[in-house]
């Protein structure tokens, strides 16, 4: 599974049959049962694809590899990353900010908990969260969980069904849903993402989120289709939000430019969503008196790695 996602070659039908062949617990629920409540087979698909590319996915194959995780930890990460990978690209346009993805893996650990240590979630709650997630907030989905929860997963779900119902053009329950969680939480980090969402609710915009990798501060200028022009300071090795009307924006590194270049340079703000764009030292050409010249800027693809490793063998004749 693990090397049929870094290979994005893992099919429908793969991702199905292992499901499926999930067997049941103690407490009577088996995860086919669970996530076929809210989730359809090509998102599966995409979800156990994309669950393994993340900053953390990626950190997490490398501890599989090593055998480094217990198999509670392995089972704990079987339930985290497909949920949270599900969050971020149905509930968050596609992508997270460093604090979203910190928040939403805490409320995927809570879950964990709740499904396979304490049993306190149960397949009719997570089928009335399945409803809510698809827009229902009345008896058979939010309003029939939510005093069944713990206040700081009610609030912690409840400010993920927000940024969902942003996704379904529902802005009367995304605010809702913030207020929820706004008032249930103690956690001060889920406090400022919910008071920071209900602005940009109010206020109608979108946010980019810029990481600044290098040593020392950058500025960046945005320039919208409508040739509004927002500029945003970077500091050296540190990461800045700006709040932007939604449209199609054109990013670009304010002069004086030694090396440094843009992971994004065109980015489309949506109401409710961030965008991500990163600066990083760019690579730059070698000696050309060197034994390996520096002909590419950037690290190029392997060509011929795929899901089953081979390696396709390049001559030039001389």
Do not use: C
Not at 81 to 89: E, K, Q, V
């Amino acid at each position: 599974m693990i090397l049929g996602s870094l290979t994005r070659e893992l099919s429908q039908e793969e991702v199905v049959s292992v499901l499926s062949r999930t067997q049941q617990g103690d407490s009577g629920q088996s995860l086919a049962a669970i996530v076929s409540v809210a989730i359809d087979p090509e998102t599966l698909q995409r979800i156990f694809v994309e669950m393994w590319l993340s900053d953390r996915g990626l950190k997490l194959a490398e501890r599989v590899a090593y055998e480094q995780l217990t198999m509670v930890e392995r089972l704990q990460t079987l339930v985290q990353l497909p949920a949270a990978t599900l969050m971020r690209i149905r509930g968050f346009g596609g992508e997270f900010s460093r604090d979203q993805e910190a928040a939403v893996w805490d409320v995927t650990r809570s879950l964990f908990e709740g499904i396979a240590r304490t049993g306190r979630i149960k397949l009719p709650h997570i089928a009335k969260l399945g409803m809510a997630w698809k827009g229902s907030t009345n008896f058979l989905g939010w309003e029939g969980v939510a005093s069944q929860l713990d206040p700081e997963l009610r609030a912690g779900f409840a400010w993920i069904l927000g940024h969902r119902s942003l996704q379904l053009d529902s802005s009367a329950n995304a605010k809702m849903y913030f207020e929820t969680a706004f008032s249930d939480t103690q956690s001060s980090s889920l406090r400022e993402l919910t008071k920071l969402d209900l602005a940009d609710l109010k206020n109608g915009v979108g946010r980019i989120e810029v990481r600044n990798e290098t040593e020392k501060p950058v500025t960046i200028r945005l320039n919208s289709e409508g040739n509004a022009t927002v500029v945003v300071e970077a500091p050296a090795n540190d990461v800045v939000t700006a709040a932007l009307t939604p449209a199609l924006w054109k990013a670009s590194l304010a002069p004086p430019v030694d090396e440094e270049s843009l992971t994004i340079t065109e980015v489309r703000i949506s109401f409710g969503n961030i965008t991500s764009t990163s600066i990083n030292d760019a690579w730059s050409p070698g000696d050309s008196e060197s034994v390996l010249p520096g002909i590419v800027r950037l690290p190029s693809e392997k060509l011929g790695i795929g899901r089953y490793p081979k390696m396709e063998t390049l001559t030039q004749a001389t």
